[in-house]
């Protein structure tokens, strides 16, 4: 008896090992594209090309496209916040400078870059299988919708402008200083090997 309740315990049925295997290959490439940031968003462009062609050849699907508006938005809001806000909570870690002479803190952002990039990958690909189903194709006046987005989106990102200039943090590395280390002289400019 001893012997049947053994096997039946380590043999897996074939079905949950083959979705783990699955799941782990597509982690190990999901994580292979991390250094590679250009090209994760050239990807994502194409998807949202391949959206947006499906959208317009349909003519329709206009509110799963508001509802992914709406997302898009949530996330770039979180992708341009701190990590802590200032506003909301003190705290004793690091902290954005409010003044000229106080120290340096780096900008920890609440969603990192790479959370933004899957996540906004993930909902162009959700949207677009969401548009050969008709039961998400609900007849609405387009033009409300995109009025009522572009309010939103104006509203929304003047109040985090206004809050990125009271506490002084740009959320981007465009124009800020950065250490390039030392000048190459002109003998050791050859190229490497790497």
Excluded at 60 to 71: D, H, K, P, Q
Excluded at 112 to 138: G, L, R
Aim: glycine share 8%; proline share 7%.
């Amino acid at each position: 008896m001893d012997r049947i309740g053994g096997d039946g315990a380590s043999v897996a049925s074939p079905l949950p090992q083959w979705g783990h295997e699955a799941w782990r290959m597509y982690q190990y490439y999901l994580d292979k594209t991390t250094p590679h940031m250009v090209y994760r968003w050239i990807g994502t462009l194409v998807i949202t090309a391949i959206y947006c062609l499906r959208v317009y050849s349909v003519q329709g699907f206009y509110i799963v496209s508001y509802g992914l508006g709406i997302y898009l938005l949530n996330l770039l809001i979180g992708f341009l916040s701190p990590l802590v806000d200032p506003e909301l909570e003190p705290s004793d870690g690091p902290l954005l400078p409010t003044k000229g002479s106080d120290e340096f803190k780096p900008f920890i952002r609440r969603l990192p870059e790479f959370k933004f990039w899957y996540s906004m990958t993930k909902a162009f690909c959700i949207a677009f299988v969401m548009t050969f189903f008709s039961v998400f194709d609900v007849p609405v006046f387009w033009p409300i919708l995109l009025c009522y987005w572009i309010v939103l989106f104006v509203l929304t990102m003047r109040r985090q402008i206004a809050h990125m200039i009271k506490y002084k943090y740009i959320p981007f590395s465009i124009g800020k200083q950065k250490y390039t280390g030392k000048k190459a002289s002109a003998s050791g400019s050859g190229s490497r090997g790497d």
